[in-house]
């Protein structure tokens, strides 16, 4: 049976719109981040989403983890098809233009104490190595597979900055709340119209207002990568001149002539 929708339609529906809304607004609104700092933020986060989930969704889509309706992409690249690759960038997008809204960067050093970050990278490793062993499972397969692609990233996020992401958790959970809620919407539509389906046999069977538990972690999580990437990164340039090495590259990135 034809989905109703396709994939491109979700895009332009459902992801377009906002993020044209969204980039209006910090573009117009003196208070919000707009800029060469947060944009290269941004940018960075796009080609890491490009480069670092081609890998894990060219693994779980050909083990039948989730597939698509009939008709509802134009084209695949390996096996993932083109709106999905789009999505990569899209996301990224949607989620800053919603943290760009509310910017806040501490007055805080970037040297924090180093039991803090044994802690935060600790933590990101455990969820990688409870996600490999959950990779065994066939019903936890999909999970799995999640916390364990998860785990590096928030390892490295958490080792570097953890201290400072605690002193920002309210912003930080409203940066990353609004915008996976969205997304949680979108998906749940999504699949109940048949754009994409999720396998039963690869995920656990727990839904969270009616969404696969794994489709709602993988929002939360890429978001989560996200908010803290694009914080963390316009720390370490606001902190800039605690590295000496990195404040001469951040002042010939803005004024190439050195004035």
Known sequence: MTAPLTYLQVHMLFIVPPILVLGWLAYRREEAWWGPK???????????????????TNHLIPADVWWYGEGAVIARIWHTPVEEYLFFVLQPILTAFWLFQIPRVDDRSLWIPTHHRVVGGLAGLAICAVGLWLTRGTSTYYLGWLLAWAGPILAIQWSFGITYLWGLRR???????????YLWAVDWLAISLGVWVISGTHTVGLSLLGLPIEEALFFLVTNVFLVQG?????WLLERAHEVPTLAAVVERSIDPNGR
């Open 38 to 56: 947060p944009l290269s933020g941004l940018a960075i986060m796009i080609v890491l989403a490009v480069v670092y989930t081609t890998p894990w």
């Open 230 to 234: 694009i914080v963390l990164y316009l």
């Open 171 to 181: 912003h930080w959970l409203l940066a990353v709340g609004v915008p996976t809620l």
